[in-house]
């Protein structure tokens, strides 16, 4: 017998060995399949607000002209609606006020917090609360005019300018952790 042919036979041997000792490399298998059905998502948005003309002091009177450590108010009226198995939500207003002015630089700081009423309920900066239809969201938006140091804050740089506020945004965000959600 030639060599190569040894080679041969002896390999085949090896390899019926071999897979004679790990057992049969034959198995069954088969697969059946499970409708996945429909899914619809929810929905959650947030108008633009309405709000009042001007602004006023906390006690009701007409903003004219302000000074460092003054408190401004305005009341603005957002549609919230929404649709969703567990839909909760929170609003929040932005810490800062951007503005545009007559000056090239200036060391005026604005601040703006805001107090909500959803539907009539009052509802803290923060707090988690659930949408299921529309309902409207009142925000008394307040923005202050801080007091402070003479030199870095609304220094006297802050004096006989006009100043334009740019649009103040109030943010709708769901909620996962509000513990109304059946899920971990």
């Not at 080679?7 to 034959?26: E, K, Y």
């Not at 408190?71 to 800062?96: M, N, Q, R």
């Not at 002015?101 to 107090?115: G, K, S």
Request: hydrophobic share 35%.
């Amino acid at each position: 017998m030639k060599k190569s042919t040894k080679g041969a036979v002896a390999t085949a041997a090896a390899a019926v060995l071999l897979l004679g000792g790990a057992g049969t490399l034959a198995y069954w298998t088969d697969e059946g399949t499970a409708s996945g059905g429909t899914l619809t998502t929810g929905n959650m948005a947030l108008s633009d607000g309405t709000c009042e003309a001007g602004w006023t002091y906390p006690d009701g009177s007409a903003v004219a002209t302000i000074v460092p450590g003054d408190s401004i108010t305005k009341s603005c009226s957002f549609e919230v609606t929404g649709a969703g198995d567990h839909l909760t939500a929170t609003v929040s207003a932005p810490g800062e006020v951007t503005y545009t002015t007559d000056r090239a630089t200036t060391t005026m700081q604005l601040t703006a917090t805001a107090d909500y009423e959803l539907g009539g309920e009052p509802v803290g900066d923060g707090d988690s609360f659930a949408i299921d239809g529309p309902t409207t969201l009142v925000a008394q938006v307040e923005v202050v005019f801080p007091y402070g140091d003479a030199t870095t804050i609304n220094a006297n740089d802050t004096q006989d300018i006009t100043a334009t506020l740019d649009a103040i945004t109030i943010t709708l965000t769901q909620d996962q952790s509000s513990g109304q959600n059946p899920n971990p």
